[in-house]
C-alpha cells in the first residue's frame, strides 16, 4: 500500500503563485508514476500531470504547459506541482495520484483509472 497527502493549497490572486507537494509514504519502492490531477466543482476529475518516480519523464495537460511544473525529490519521497501564473479557472481541488503500473500506450497515465492511490486532496482558490 502506498500513503499519500497533499499540502499547499489555499487562496491566491490571479496571476499568484502556489506549490503543492504530495509526500508519499508505506511501499514507495513500488511506484512507477505520479500523477496530479484536478476537480472542479460540477466537473469530472482531470488530468493536470505526471512524472515518473525514478527517471523524472514528465507530461502536461495541455491547458497547464509553459505555467505549472511537476517535480520529485526522491529522497523526501515528494511531488510536487508548481503552478505560476494562475487563473480563476484553476480553482479545483487538486489530488496527487501514484500507479505501479508501466505503460508505454499513449495518455495512459492521464487516466485516472489507471491510477492505484490516491490523496486526500488539497483545495485551491483562484481569486479576481
Known amino acids: 500500500q502506498v500513503q499519500l497527502v497533499e499540502s499547499g493549497g489555499g487562496l491566491v490572486q490571479a496571476g499568484g503563485s502556489l506549490r503543492l507537494s504530495c509526500a508519499a509514504s508505506?511501499?514507495?519502492?513500488?511506484?512507477?508514476?505520479m500523477g496530479w490531477f484536478r476537480q472542479a466543482p460540477g466537473k469530472e476529475r482531470e488530468f493536470v500531470a505526471a512524472?515518473?518516480?525514478?527517471?523524472?519523464?514528465?507530461s502536461y495537460a495541455y491547458f497547464v504547459k509553459g505555467r505549472f511544473t511537476i517535480s520529485r525529490d526522491n529522497g523526501k519521497n515528494t511531488v510536487y506541482l508548481q503552478m505560476n501564473s494562475l487563473k480563476q479557472e484553476n480553482t479545483a481541488v487538486y489530488y496527487c495520484?501514484?500507479?505501479?503500473?508501466?505503460?508505454?500506450?499513449?495518455?495512459?497515465?492521464?487516466?485516472?483509472?489507471?491510477?492505484?492511490?490516491w490523496g486526500q486532496g488539497t483545495q485551491v482558490t483562484v481569486s479576481s
Open positions: 508505506g511501499r514507495t519502492s513500488s511506484i512507477y508514476k
Open positions: 512524472i515518473s518516480w525514478s527517471g523524472g519523464d514528465t
Open positions: 495520484a501514484a500507479t505501479p503500473r508501466f505503460a508505454s500506450v499513449p495518455y495512459y497515465y492521464a487516466d485516472s483509472r489507471n491510477y492505484d492511490y
